[in-house]
């Protein structure tokens, strides 16, 4: 019988390993055995240039804790209308909860960064996140014009034309 997991400074190389390959720029590994238990953990390895398109989350249940583990990231919060409306910048041991409706997302802003999400489960990927109109997909032309843009702005930023 098993009594703990471990996981030391050469499962995280290996994960950031991973990312710099990734075309998305990110990998994942999952601390949790299956998508049905009631808490998700996973760590995440991002790699600057990595695009997590924005979105929120429209069940009361899906609150996202953001652990720092190494690096520095930026949640960027926006409007509906895909304005900024705030912004955290988070670096190795803090933390952010991100609540339900919270329109947002996360941008590396170290040459890598690695993030411990915790959320309640189950996970169902059809059910997981909600996009908007304005939000640009991750695999679209513009996608890394956006992240370019995300990574310099600020607080009451408007959404540039060039996007909408």
Known sequence: MTLYNYFDKSTFLELEKKATISPRKRAHMNLHNSYNEPIQKTVIALTNGTYIPPHYH???????????????????????????????????????????????????????????E????PFIADDCKESLDWT?????EK??????????????????????
């Open 118 to 121: 915790i959320k309640s489960g």
């Open 58 to 116: 429209r069940h009361e249940h899906q609150k996202e804790l953001f652990v720092v583990l190494s690096g520095t990231v930026k949640v960027i919060f926006f409007s509906d209308v895909g304005a900024v409306s705030d912004i955290l910048m988070l670096d190795s041991g803090e933390i952010a909860e991100v609540l339900p409706f919270a329109i947002h997302t996360v941008v590396c802003m170290s040459d890598t960064a690695l993030v411990l």
């Open 136 to 140: 640009i997909p991750e695999n679209s």
């Open 143 to 164: 996608s890394s014009d956006y992240l370019k843009w995300l990574m310099s702005a600020e607080i009451d930023t408007e959404i540039p034309i060039i996007f909408k």
